[in-house]
């Protein structure tokens, strides 16, 4: 670094000479950026202080959700390399999110990515999200030079009933393609986070499907029930679609201690603590990403905020929470 303001940094390398504007230097010294000179930006891939780095791998998708954060888009930009080096920069013992749109649409790459920097650094792990639609048995040699071990799948299940999951993932047959595709990656011993996002659509069924996943998923690592994002289709559907978890909890109550009976790991992802009985609380980590993490009037001294995840920033004013407020 050539020369630092409060708000700007110039840069010298071997690639020539930049500037980034509108960030302390501090903030993003040790962080990996990726540089369009064209479009005169710099995007943060690596944030070096952070838990919470994730790679977004593409945009395009073949489902279309009724709560999806990300909208699917039709470009895709191929940024594997990048992401690679990337990852080999990362700080020791990292854990790399990979998102999208739909990963695996792309599964050549991604396979050859995983696997390379695996090998590269044996202290990295990943951790996927995918909607599980595209494995098939010609993938099992790829996968299989993957250190499947330091690799968790997160993979939706909506329902237990077909017609519930097709509907809210918006593709016809969804829900048999995802049962075979968990049997095909339980058969590779791959580590799965299976996924439900709660909603008004779903809700009464979570114990009927608590009850098929300890019966017949036995081998997931995880069932993380997770509450909606307020952005993308989840925005525009939030008044059909949010479920009040703090009135109706005995449902997810009932399903989660079912499910951890069978010996399966099961959590809550993205409760605010304060909407959560306190025999639950235990279960729902702060998991909602240090840079989407807010906190409302309501939180003002509460004596669970320092553990509690929050709400994602972008969450609404009319929040939909009957029950909230600070725990003294």
Not at 147 to 160: A, E, Q
Request: glycine share 10%; net charge negative.
């Amino acid at each position: 670094m050539k020369h630092a303001g409060p708000d700007a940094a110039d840069y010298a390398g071997e690639g020539g000479r930049l500037r980034v504007l509108g960030i302390d230097p501090s903030k993003v010294d040790g962080d990996v950026l990726l540089v369009n000179p064209s479009r005169g930006t710099a995007d943060r891939l690596i944030r070096s202080s952070s838990q919470h780095n994730t790679f977004l791998v593409t945009e395009r998708c073949d489902q279309v959700c009724l709560m999806c954060s990300q909208p699917p888009k039709k470009h895709h930009f191929d940024l594997f390399p990048y992401f690679e080096t990337a990852a080999l920069l990362a700080p020791e013992h990292a854990t790399i999110g990979i998102s999208g749109g739909e990963p695996t649409l792309f599964k050549t790459e991604l396979f050859r990515f995983l696997q390379r920097v695996l090998e590269a650094r044996p202290d990295i792990s990943f951790h996927v999200l995918t909607n599980g639609q595209h494995f098939d048995e010609e993938d099992l040699n790829a996968l299989s030079h993957i250190d499947l071990g330091r690799v968790v799948w997160g993979i939706p299940l909506y329902s237990s009933d077909a017609g519930v999951h097709d509907e809210i993932v918006g593709k016809e047959g969804a829900h048999a393609q995802l049962l075979r595709n968990l049997a095909l990656m339980c058969r590779l011993g791959a580590q799965i986070e299976l996924r439900t996002v709660l909603m008004r659509p779903n809700a009464d069924g979570l114990p009927g499907l608590a009850r098929v996943i300890g019966s017949t998923l036995p081998f997931i690592r995880t069932w993380a029930v997770m509450q909606m994002e307020n952005i993308g289709f989840g925005r525009m559907n939030w008044k059909s679609l949010f479920f009040d978890s703090s009135e109706g909890f005995e449902l997810v109550g009932r399903s989660i201690d079912f499910v951890r009976s069978r010996g399966i790991d099961a959590w809550l992802y993205n409760f605010p603590l304060c909407t959560v009985p306190p025999e639950y609380r235990h279960l729902a980590p702060a998991t909602i990403s240090d840079w989407k993490r807010a906190y409302r009037v309501e939180c003002e001294g509460c004596s669970l905020k320092e553990a509690c995840g929050g709400f994602f920033e972008w969450h609404p004013r009319d929040h939909g929470y009957s029950r909230l407020g600070a725990v003294q």
